[in-house]
């Protein structure tokens, strides 16, 4: 029974892999911490988004988005910064989307 634990605990951080995340010291005893990007305050066990779509809670922030790593040649990524996503878009019709075959991250 032991394995079946383990098997699913590594299949469950398995999505977590590819994320790029970084940690933010919090001092202990702190009420509220400081986003690094915007400059602005949050209390201790809230979460926000930053301007760098970067999803955050006191000590950690992560990407909110996947970024596209394949998909056909004749298209192109192209990161939306107010959605927070990349579109796969035809390089000569920006308005048909493409399909994607893997992506990195969130």
């Not at 590819?18 to 305050?41: L, S």
Request: proline fraction near 7%; glycine fraction near 4%.
């Amino acid at each position: 029974m032991n394995y079946l634990h383990l098997v699913v605990l590594l299949c469950s951080l398995l999505p977590l892999c590819n994320a790029y995340c970084y940690g933010v010291e919090v001092k202990e005893g702190a009420t509220h911490c400081q986003d690094e990007t915007d400059k602005t305050w949050h209390p201790v066990g809230s979460s926000w988004r930053n301007s760098d779509c970067m999803d955050c809670s006191c000590g950690r922030c992560c990407t909110s988005y996947a970024i596209p790593k394949q998909f056909p040649a004749d298209c192109e990524s192209v990161f939306d910064p107010q959605a927070c996503v990349y579109r796969v878009q035809k390089i000569n019709n920006p308005a048909i989307e493409c399909p994607i075959f893997s992506a990195v991250g969130k």
